[in-house]
């Protein structure tokens, strides 16, 4: 079973966006393992900080190379990805030639109440995960418009056609690892 580090934007408690990546772990059980990366608990990029690397530095950079993909899970802030993901980057492609996110299949989800889900931060972050040397697959994407009733009070997903969907996604992703990950 492929394992995929999991990147979320938001570190609210009871992020809609952690709900939704929850919800895709849960679709995905039965072919792909997802593995949380606690990036709220890595620091702000500071260079001075390589000297002694701060531990959850080491788990995060980890926790991505030993991941066959990586999936980042973003709300939208001002028409684009969160800070907190954006730092996570920066260490994970640091120091330079030791990039963790460097070769692996990528993909990028989020939701918002909005009527474009989280269209514009996603086409941003993908720019970046580019400039990072991640895989990252362009099609399906999903730009899911957050309604409260799509899951139920256990994170399920109610509606059907929702859950349809999200289901061919997770297969596409998981194809999209087959194709593009890097033999060793």
Do not use: C
């Amino acid at each position: 079973m492929k394992k995929i580090a999991v990147l979320v934007g938001s570190l609210r408690r009871d992020s809609i966006n952690r709900r939704l990546a929850e919800a895709l772990a849960r679709l995905a059980e039965d072919r792909l393992e997802f593995d949380f990366v606690a990036v709220g608990e890595v620091p702000m990029y500071n260079e001075d900080l390589w000297a002694d690397i701060p531990a959850s530095i080491k788990r995060m950079k980890r926790q991505v190379e030993q991941a066959d993909g990586v999936l980042f899970v973003s709300p939208e802030y001002n028409r684009s990805f969160t800070a907190v993901l954006k730092n996570a980057i920066d260490w994970g492609t640091r120091p330079y030639g030791q990039n963790s996110f460097a070769g692996k299949p990528g993909a990028v989800v989020g939701t918002s109440p909005g009527a474009i889900g989280t269209a514009v931060g996603q086409s941003q972050l993908k720019s970046v995960l580019n400039a990072a040397h991640v895989i990252v697959m362009g099609q399906p994407e999903i730009y899911l418009t957050w309604k409260a009733e799509l899951f139920d009070e256990d994170g399920g997903i109610t509606h059907e056609s929702t859950r349809s969907f999200l289901q061919k996604w997770v297969r596409d992703f998981e194809g999209w690892i087959e194709r593009t990950s890097q033999k060793k």
